[in-house]
């Protein structure tokens, strides 16, 4: 079972960064295709960024130019750094594969706020 810790979230004004870390515990993360999601209170987790092995990225529509997934196969550690913060953007933030198991585990994911 792999293990996953998210970090990196805060409270940040609108147009702000954050750069969010994952590190994953476990030899599958090097071939999975790894995605970010983010939960925003009252809704249902959504995937908001995905990334290959090689490296190969794809984005949700509301977060495309903004935000940056990317990894380290060698640190088992996925990012996503988020530029242009809006409003929309607060939920809590859970790294996984992507599409996730039904029958994953989630880590506890991380805090995104943002506003004035």
């Known amino acids: 079972q792999v293990q996953l810790v998210e970090s990196g979230g805060g409270l940040v004004q609108p147009g702000g960064s954050l750069r969010l870390s994952c590190v994953a515990s476990?030899?599958?993360?090097?071939?999975?295709?790894m995605g970010w999601y983010r939960q925003a209170l009252g809704k249902e987790r959504e995937l908001v960024a995905q990334?290959?092995?090689?490296?190969?990225?794809n984005y949700a529509e509301s977060v495309k130019g903004r935000f940056t997934i990317s990894r380290d196969n060698v640190k088992n550690t996925l990012y996503l750094q988020m530029n242009s913060l809006k409003p929309e953007d607060t939920g809590v933030y859970y790294c996984?594969?992507?599409?996730?198991?039904?029958?994953?585990?989630w880590g506890q994911g991380t805090q995104v706020t943002v506003s004035s």
């Open positions: 996984n594969r992507s599409p996730a198991p039904v029958s994953t585990s």
């Open positions: 476990g030899s599958i993360f090097r071939l999975a295709v």
């Open positions: 990334v290959t092995s090689g490296g190969y990225s």
